[in-house]
């Protein structure tokens, strides 16, 4: 029986066949009643209920996913994780995220495989170059590393960059401690952690409808029948407007489909990530030899999982622009996922006006990093009914206050 | 790629249009009554169907004129395309343009 992973019990394991291993986590009945219910079996769903058993203490806890584990947005994105944001209030956040990242593979016994091998911005313009100054200067003011470099030390650092590109490279930001990490392994690892503290992972059980009382929300009408909990939350993002439908709410949320691509695997040849605005163009170097590249938003309205070809093409060139030497690599896999997308690019975490229903969404393109930190809030605002101080600003109410943190103008990001 | 009926041009290829969101939105008012809630819901409050959804379109790279649009958010398909100040047609109903090929030209191509 081998439940903690080490190189002893891989040696052990070895040498005996292979027969010891546990299943990660436990496939149980559902029970009538939980002390707090947690919707969608994301990273953020997972972390939610991780972080419910391990930092307060709630272990009747069921984890209800309608699919399996890490099947939606976890196991869609580009495993980008980094902290590059203006705002006080988001680089806060975003940084506790990575923190966490940077324990978690000690923390869960699971390696994450987090790899901070830098995230770049870079600048082919003048105005480009201002926004990376700008964008340094607020990073480093938020207390976040963060690098200026000119068009030579770009070129010196990230190897095989087109020497005479149509866009010449002016300059960047480099976020050292930026990177990726697996994405099915936060997902798996969180679900094994949270299982072993007590959480019920309930896979292929569809959330119906809600129970709600006078305003209280009581429990969940699903496909393994009814669940009942006074607490609730939601971490559905791209399905969240459907699922707060069921309950009677509006979101101010608008989901869109964001495609990504991975191209043959290949030998090591790029050791960073690099995110060109101007080229529309992000791309990385999987560990498998990948090359991860994602495009922009199909900017329609969209539940589909399937982007559209003119993104494609334009991400594709977009590469060929910056490394003219990947033109005669093939595209392996294609893919979307869909993202909510808020007005201010800024997440939703907190109550609703259901009582006892939580909602974590609103992540936009940008989910995969913030997965630590989303969890750690929505459970600490499950738990105590008071926002996370990291998270009190990401309140719904800010929509009819208009404290908006509008991180699309700030940073510049792509939602 | 989407082959989207504009219904002035007839259809062409998606990389000629722009969505513009959800058609057929009022704005609350007289302004001196109209609720933080009321303006909250206006301003970014949107319907974001999972299923058939009334949207804007714009030809940007065509006639480079508005019209609305009665699409599938799942399966991407174009029920019907109507110019702007006309009733969205139900199901069922033909199309508004007479010059448009169908009302359901649009599609996946």
Known sequence: ?415 | MLLIDCPFCGPRAEIEFRCGGESHIQRPGPHTHVSDAEWADYLYYRENPKGEHRERWFHSTGCRRWFNAARDTVTHQFRVTYKMGEACPEAGESAVSETAPSAVAGGIV
């Open chain 1, 1 to 415: 029986m081998t439940r903690r992973y080490s190189a002893l019990s891989l040696l052990r394991e070895g040498l005996n066949g292979q027969r010891g291993w546990e299943p990660a986590w436990r496939d149980p009945t559902p029970k009538a009643h939980y002390d707090a219910i947690v919707i969608g079996g994301g990273g953020h769903g997972l972390a939610t209920a991780y972080y419910l058993a391990k930092n307060h203490g709630l272990t009747n806890v069921a984890l209800i996913e309608r699919g399996w584990i890490g099947g939606g947005n976890t196991g869609r994105n580009t495993t980008i994780i980094r902290s590059n944001y203006f705002f006080p209030e988001s680089a806060a956040f975003y940084e506790f995220s990575v923190q966490l990242y940077e324990k978690l593979t000690d923390e869960l016994n699971y390696n994450i495989m987090f790899s901070q091998r830098g995230m770049w911005t870079l600048a082919h313009d003048r105005h480009g170059l201002e926004m990376a100054r700008r964008s340094a200067n607020a990073m480093l003011l938020n207390g976040i590393d963060a690098e200026f470099h000119d068009g030579p030390s770009v070129y010196a650092n990230i190897p095989g960059l087109n020497p005479n590109p149509r866009f010449p490279i002016l300059g960047g930001v480099n976020q050292p401690r930026g990177g990726s990490a697996r994405h099915d392994a936060v997902a798996w690892g969180y679900a094994r952690a949270a299982s072993a503290l007590g959480v019920d992972i309930i896979q292929n059980c569809e959330v119906q409808g809600f129970i709600i009382e006078g305003g209280q929300v009581r429990g969940v009408e699903t496909s393994h029948g009814t669940i009942r909990s006074d607490r609730i939350g939601m971490a559905v993002a791209g399905h969240s407007s459907v699922l707060a439908a069921k309950a009677g709410l509006r979101l101010p949320i608008s989901s869109y489909a964001l495609q990504a691509f991975v191209s043959e695997p290949v030998k090591p040849c790029l050791d960073t990530v690099i995110l060109s605005p101007a080229t529309g163009t992000y791309l990385s170097q999987s560990d498998k030899g990948e090359l991860v590249l994602g495009a922009g938003l199909d900017l329609y309205l969209s539940y589909a999982q399937r982007g559209n070809l003119p993104w494609m093409e334009r991400a594709a060139a977009g590469v060929l622009e910056l490394f003219p030497q990947f033109s005669r690599m093939r595209f392996l896999r294609q893919w979307a996922g869909i993202v909510d997308v808020v007005h201010d690019s800024t997440p939703i975490i907190g109550p609703t006006s259901v009582g006892g229903l939580y909602i974590n969404g609103g992540w936009g393109t940008g989910g995969f990093k913030a997965v630590p930190a989303g969890g750690w809030c929505l459970a600490h605002v499950m738990a105590t009914g008071q926002s996370h101080p990291l998270a009190s600003a990401f309140g719904l109410e800010r929509f009819e206050s208009g404290a908006m943190i509008d991180e699309a103008s700030a940073s510049g990001i792509a939602h």
